[in-house]
């Protein structure tokens, strides 16, 4: 799994979380983590379905662990102007990330990845350090070298 | 105050982890032991052994989800607690357990 420049949506405008998950799911075909963006945006929205994805400082991390998914991957997504989210301060969002994985087999290195990826979330360095990055090929290493897997 | 507890989410991919480790942040904080087991989509992480469950004070589950190997823990209290609030303010959930727990 590797995080590029493709990898990183910046400046996005989208008008509700809909909108965005089907933006994604577009943006998950060019990267190869899914063929059928469709399939991918209904697995997004059947986990939200069972508690939302909404943290807190204006993050999401929505998720997809499916059938339609390919290819385990991220997607970063950074809002022009927040959207509404169930999130746990009740703060609209602005920074999404939508993690992806296939139904079975997705191989303990990129699990750990993922995992690693939302326990950072909970650091306010790594968040204060990511929103104040403006260039995605800059954010895409940033995200690398935080998540790697010889980073416990 | 030794505290044990697993976390398992639907998807077992992001807040599993996020909820053991904000737990075991806060245990750090509040001055108790706490060492959460990880029910996820890499199978157990951080695994709580035997000797691990009998040491513990109470046994805190973090999950509305289906809790595997739970025999370990027969005899001691168990806690459930919903995965989100663990993750949203996870000093105030071992406050409130341990206060439970004490009887107060």
Request: hydrophobic share 40%; charged share 25%; net charge positive.
């Amino acid at each position: 799994m590797e995080i590029q420049a493709n990898n990183i949506l910046l400046n996005l405008r989208v008008k509700d979380q809909d909108d965005l998950l089907r933006i994604i799911s577009q943006q998950a075909v060019c990267c190869h983590y899914t063929v059928s963006a469709k399939d991918l945006y209904i697995s997004f929205i059947n986990r939200e379905k069972d508690y939302s994805t909404g943290l807190q400082e204006g993050f999401a991390i929505p998720h997809a662990k499916s059938e339609a998914v390919k290819a385990a991957g991220i997607i970063y997504a950074r809002l022009l102007s927040p959207i509404d989210w169930q999130t746990y301060d009740n703060q609209p969002v602005t920074d999404v990330f939508a993690l992806m994985v296939p139904k079975e087999g997705a191989g303990t290195r990129h699990l750990k990845m993922l995992s690693n990826l939302a326990t950072a979330l909970l650091d306010e360095k790594f968040k204060r350090k990511l929103r104040s990055l403006k260039r995605s090929d800059k954010i895409a290493h940033y995200i690398s070298k935080e998540i790697g897997v010889d980073k416990i | 105050m030794n505290i044990v507890g697993i976390s398992a989410c639907p998807a077992g991919l992001a807040h599993t982890p996020m909820a053991a480790k904000a737990l075991e942040q806060a245990g750090k904080e509040l001055g108790y032991h706490v060492k959460m087991e990880q029910q996820g989509s890499m199978g157990p992480v951080n695994a709580i052994t035997q000797e691990e469950a009998d040491q513990a004070d109470f046994v805190l589950i973090a999950s509305d989800q289906k809790i595997t190997n739970m025999e370990r823990f027969k005899g001691k209290k168990v806690l459930n607690v919903n995965i989100n609030v663990c993750i949203k303010a996870p000093k105030a959930v071992l406050k409130k357990c341990v206060s439970v727990v004490k009887g107060d």
